[in-house]
């Protein structure tokens, strides 16, 4: 069974950072890109970052770019590194795999986490 589990989310005043991770298993992702969705409350869902691979080339959401970081350690492990939180980055934040960064960027997952919450008081 293919999971993707997000981890490192919690509170934290605006100005603030947090790390996620996502631990991926049931196969190996070597080939897959990987990416972070966002969804608030009464929002659709957001595209926020992703990576290839390789890890060679990322790709951010305008909103969070020069704030967020997305890595991946080998195949199974993505993280986002999030500095100088707002209070709009409050939301759940999902971890996703598909074949490549523009199918993410698309919207076009394969495997799609449960989330992890991120609140960001002011």
């Known amino acids: 069974q293919v999971q993707l589990v997000e981890s490192g989310g919690g509170l934290v005043m605006a100005g603030g950072s947090l790390r996620l991770s996502c631990a991926a298993s049931g196969r190996t992702f070597s080939s897959y890109a990987m990416g972070w969705f966002r969804q608030a409350p009464g929002k659709e869902r957001e595209f926020v970052a992703a990576?290839?691979?390789?890890?060679?080339?990322t790709h951010y959401a305008d909103s969070v770019k020069g704030r967020f970081t997305i890595s991946r350690d080998g195949a199974n492990t993505v993280y986002l590194r999030m500095n100088s939180l707002k209070p709009e980055d409050t939301a759940a934040y999902h971890c996703a795999a598909a074949g490549t960064t523009g199918d993410l960027i698309r919207y076009e997952l394969e495997y799609w986490g449960q989330g992890t919450q991120v609140t960001v008081s002011s």
């Open positions: 990576i290839s691979w390789s890890g060679g080339s």
